[in-house]
């Protein structure tokens, strides 16, 4: 059975998730290099992205906290970036190699930065974790294996599909597409930055407690931060369909993440914010969920 670890301070459980990532990169490129070389590289990745996330899971159950994988989600599209950098060094196109790279390492640096600034450590998990962890005590661990865990892994691996044409498939010389990508991957990145900085700043103020935010990027959307996410994996979709349109398949994992969010993940947000604060319900009757546009 895990161990209770919640007594932890914030720093010590900072390091030992920081470890905890080192280990599963680790692990994961001795797995990856441990496959066949006439193996695809996308099956190459697949076995060392499971391999980490089995080594993440595992931190989870031994301290019983599930929040250890949400960092992967950020961490995971620059590792494979660079795997493809490193690996197919005379592969593609430099300048497109360098920018998916490049655009890569921002999202996953700002979104990372992001929830160790926001995460008070061990002593607490996400609450959506902490309510299946209630809900279903006897089979949370496989919950958290497959649902948690597996199931996200295989959404950022199937929206890091475009990279392997971007990064290694296509010599082509850039296009309008690969401006279009770099704009809106970076501007993805940017409205997630500035929602999540506009939200830090409001909770910050005691006189913010059970207040909904309503300014900024908030002002016209009830999720601006989820439209960042979104459209970054959209963005780097256009990297793909730059080097040939028969690429168009890797736009499966922009589609997933997109229909995750809408079917699942807002819906489950929503409800939670309206038993917190009040009026919330009237206020989604009057604010879209993701695009910042007044509703008539």
Not at 19 to 34: D, E, K, Q, T
Not at 170 to 176: E, G, V
Not at 288 to 296: M, Q, Y
Request: charged share 10%; glycine share 6%.
């Amino acid at each position: 059975m895990p161990i209770d670890f919640s007594h932890l301070s914030r720093s010590a459980s900072i390091a030992i998730s920081v470890f905890a990532y080192i280990a599963a990169i680790g692990l994961a490129v001795v797995a990856g290099s441990l496959t066949p070389t006439s193996w695809h590289p996308l099956a190459t990745i697949a076995v060392a992205d499971i391999v980490g996330t089995i080594v993440i899971f595992l931190f989870s159950f031994s301290f019983n906290n599930s929040s250890f994988y949400d960092p992967y989600w950020s961490v995971k599209p620059a590792v494979i970036a660079l795997y493809y950098l490193l690996a197919f060094p005379d592969s593609g196109t430099p300048v497109r190699r360098w920018l998916v790279l490049i655009l890569a390492f921002l999202y996953g640096i700002r979104l990372t930065a992001n929830f160790y600034r926001g995460w008070p450590g061990l002593v607490k998990q996400d609450w959506r974790y902490t309510m299946l962890q209630s809900q279903y005590p006897k089979t949370y661990w496989l919950i958290s294996f497959s649902g948690i865990h597996f199931f996200p892994t295989l959404m950022v691996y199937l929206a890091c599909l475009p990279m392997y044409p971007a990064m290694v498939k296509s010599a082509s010389s850039l296009s309008f597409l690969d401006i279009a990508g770099s704009i809106v991957t970076f501007l993805a990145v940017l409205i997630a930055f500035i929602a999540d900085e506009q939200m830090g700043k409001f909770r910050q103020n005691p006189e913010n407690s059970g207040r909904i935010m309503t300014s900024g990027l908030w002002r016209h959307s009830r999720h601006p931060n989820y439209l960042g996410e979104i459209l970054t994996w959209w963005g780097l979709w256009f990297f793909a369909i730059a080097c040939g349109l028969e690429w168009w398949w890797t736009g499966i994992g922009a589609l997933s993440i997109m229909l995750m969010f809408i079917f699942i993940s807002i819906p489950m947000m929503d409800e939670h914010l309206k038993e917190r604060k009040a009026g919330f319900g009237e206020h989604m009757q009057k604010t879209r969920a993701i695009i910042p546009l007044p509703v008539k």
